[in-house]
T-cell receptor
């Protein structure tokens, strides 16, 4: 069993829809949670970072962490075609190791 | 956030040869990280590079295959040695996003194809 599970999709939604992306994990030591967006043939771009449980909002993006369920989510409101990309969750138990454990990534397509 | 420049962006190499990938950061950082992203797979940490000390390799990765240099606080190289088609991947370097922990920033990656 992988430490971090993420449905690879693909996920296809119409423009303007609310998108929900999720990851589950097995290691209760994870404390730092990140979401990355990766366009084709590009490096991952950091979207959101959350420490421990709770919610964090940044524009159209909201990240949620539920440590009791070992479940994290990324919500995208008013999705746009430019949001079409692969979204990767990543997590680590410590802020100074640099060892991120990534999910497989979910491919999202937002259709005009 | 730190800005990372990575070179080359892509290369096609013959099996048995070696390729050195460069990573330049616009600010001084203590640790630099090298990841591999195999086709259709997620990212896996290869090693951590600290200035002035030997790199620390993750399980499954060895120095003879992936030698790393870290001559100063803004630069690192990763060499993929004696390449085989199985080494065809995207190689990425990463650093902490800011002085206070706020996630990690990645370079744009080096897309390596071994033929």
């Amino acid at each position: 069993q992988k430490e971090v599970e993420q449905d690879p999709g693909p996920l296809s939604v119409p423009e303007g829809a609310i998108v929900s992306l999720n990851c589950t994990y097995s290691n209760s030591a994870f404390q730092y949670f990140m979401w990355y967006r990766q366009y084709s043939r590009k490096g991952p771009e950091l979207l959101m970072y959350t420490y421990s449980s709770g919610n964090k909002e940044d524009g159209r993006f909201t990240a949620q962490v539920d440590k009791s369920s070992k479940y994290i989510s990324l919500f995208i409101r008013d999705s746009q075609p430019s949001d079409s990309a692969t979204y990767l969750c990543a997590m680590t138990p410590s802020s100074n190791t640099g060892k991120l454990i990534f999910g497989q990534g979910t491919t999202l397509q937002v259709k005009p | 956030s730190a800005v990372i420049s990575q070179k080359p962006s892509r290369d096609i190499c013959q099996r048995g040869t070696s390729l050195t990938i460069q990573c330049q950061v616009d600010s001084q950082v203590t640790m630099m990280f090298w990841y591999r992203q195999q086709p259709g797979q997620s990212l896996t940490l290869i090693a951590t590079a600290n200035q002035g000390s030997e790199a620390t390799y993750e399980s499954g990765f060895v120095i003879d295959k992936f030698p790393i240099s870290r001559p100063n606080l803004t630069f690192s190289t990763l060499t993929v040695s004696n390449m085989s088609p199985e080494d065809s991947s995207i190689y990425l370097c990463s650093v902490e996003a800011r002085d206070r922990f706020n996630g990690y920033t990645f370079g744009s990656g080096t897309r390596l194809t071994v033929v």
